[in-house]
């Protein structure tokens, strides 16, 4: 949570007017994001309204590390492409040159329409089978988009991670994570099942990046881990995120239930996707453990952002790991 | 900038609904004030609207440091108040039993109005009018309000400020800015001038606390240094927030009598209250060099909460300080 970077409203009501979409009524600086700084702006609307009664909101974001200038064709394109399509997800704002982005200060910049929600902290079955809903129609969707993305926090990126971490490093978080990591990364590389269907994923659809009204998903945000990578494995990274206690000490059978049926309704799974289950879902429990493993080893424990643990995930992994709950994924 | 504590949106959405506001449909964590975290919360309105359609706006503040709930009925009262009064000030929202605040896991939190407008960084003088004249219009419609509140950061509170630094404390912030310490704070108080009007001030109008559209202020925000003092010094603090470039090197004449013929535009100062601005605009200067000073000693450098210049406001102190400049005050 973080805004890294002060615009003055002059500034912002300046670039507010490149894009047809009113003037400038109020910002806000939001704590949402890790990777970007964040306002949540409004304007008059594009057929202006009554000073002072703002009717438009945008999300405006300023991208500020880890994400790539030459991947926000695909990130911006695809929001466009998947709310065309209608799924809940925020379009991005064009300039009135067109443009999917700006620079300002020289940090690209985008404007995102605003969608109403929240995320919840303890979904319910009923919200886990809409989340798998719309995760399936979201893939279906994103079918005839012409954009593609290598998954940037794939397998060659735990290897890199876990390297980079060192035995040591990950030994200093937890002995035990260190010996998990140490067997499960190989055992999970050599059976990595690379011919499963694949297409546009999500890949990061954690609670946080959902927004519901009730059971009702009206918006999925935060596309910025999407890739060209196999379904299932979306719906792994999902499971992992959905279906356990935040500390990952606790599975959920019927959120687990819920969400895979939820997706089974709009995408069946094949056999093998099925089969495949308990195999990415341990590569989705690695993803996380690793991501935050580094970061954990990388951030000062007095930094501004606030770590997440590792353990969390290493957890999810010792429970995808053991073969009496790959039952889990067997289907109805 | 910060958001303290998190809160889920199921605990937020129960806290909502203990007010007649309808239905929580977004929330954001803001990234505003220090003191306290604030989200911006949106709900379907006191008559209900569509699901999806947000047609309510408030702030939510949890109070987390500093403030002392035996203040919040001063504070949120005041609001009401101004508010009742067609000052633009946000009101308070009482919960179905008519409290001002509630108290969420042992926190005093408040619901408040939203407001539309943007924090300016670089005033224009038909801006800085506007809020000379917001401000003593504040003044005036508090003149029928019941309560009262010693000013927690006036004279006694510069002095121990200014003792818990330490002459070593100042020097090493900068040795010019401890000998103006000093100098300038003894000098100050002997001759402070008590018996000039007074009654319930704003205490810290800086740009950040002022919504704007245009010129047109749309909200004045951040009552929490709100006191009972000389309503002169409103203006002068007024006066030192928005008259300077933000490091208090270039003074800007016409803002400054802008800002002042506005204010005497609603409230004409007396004779008195004009010859002693150059002396409360001083003591203005020494709150906020000395508050800055105070959290300089004591902030980490590297700490979450963005330290803010003491020497910023040692410079509006030495412009004041300086007889020559005293003509600033003198009046058209």
Not at 274 to 295: I, K
Request: net charge negative; proline share 5%.
């Amino acid at each position: 949570m973080a805004v890294y970077t002060h615009l003055g409203a002059e500034v912002l009501g300046q670039l507010v007017a490149e894009f047809d979409v009113g003037e400038l009524t109020s910002v806000k600086g939001i704590a949402e994001g890790i990777s970007n700084s964040n306002w949540l702006v409004e304007t008059t609307g594009k057929d202006g309204a009554p000073s002072g009664q703002g009717s438009a909101r945008f999300i405006l974001t300023m991208y500020e590390y880890r994400i790539e200038v030459e991947d926000l064709p695909f990130f911006l394109s695809l929001l466009d492409h998947l709310s065309a399509r209608g799924c809940p997800v925020p379009r991005t704002i064009h300039d009135r040159q067109g443009n999917l982005y700006r620079l300002l200060d020289g940090k690209a910049v985008a404007l995102i329409e605003f969608l109403p929600g929240v995320s919840v902290s303890a979904p319910t079955p009923g919200q886990a089978h809409a989340v798998g809903r719309a995760l399936a129609q979201m893939q279906l969707a994103a079918a005839d988009f012409a954009g593609s993305r290598d998954n940037a926090m794939g397998r060659a990126e735990w290897q890199r991670l876990a390297s980079e971490c060192g035995a040591a490093g990950l030994a200093e978080i937890d002995v035990g994570f260190a010996e998990l990591v140490a067997r499960e990364l190989p055992a999970v590389l050599v059976d990595w099942p690379d011919g499963l269907p694949r297409g546009t994923i999500h890949a990061d659809l954690f609670p946080d990046n959902v927004l519901m009204l009730g059971s009702q998903v009206t918006g999925l945000i935060d596309f910025y881990f999407a890739c060209t990578d196999l379904f299932a494995y979306d719906l792994a990274v999902t499971h992992a995120a959905w279906c356990f206690s935040n500390d990952g000490k606790y599975f959920d059978p019927a959120l687990s239930a819920a969400l895979i049926a939820g997706y089974e309704e709009v995408r069946p799974l094949s056999d093998a996707e099925r089969a495949a289950l308990p195999l990415l879902a341990r590569g989705a429990a690695l993803r996380f453990a690793l991501t935050r493993a580094w970061d954990w080893v990388n951030t000062p424990a007095d930094a501004l952002v606030t770590r997440k643990d590792p353990l969390a995930f290493a957890r999810r992994l010792e429970f995808y790991a053991d073969p009496a709950n790959a039952a889990v994924f067997a289907g109805a």
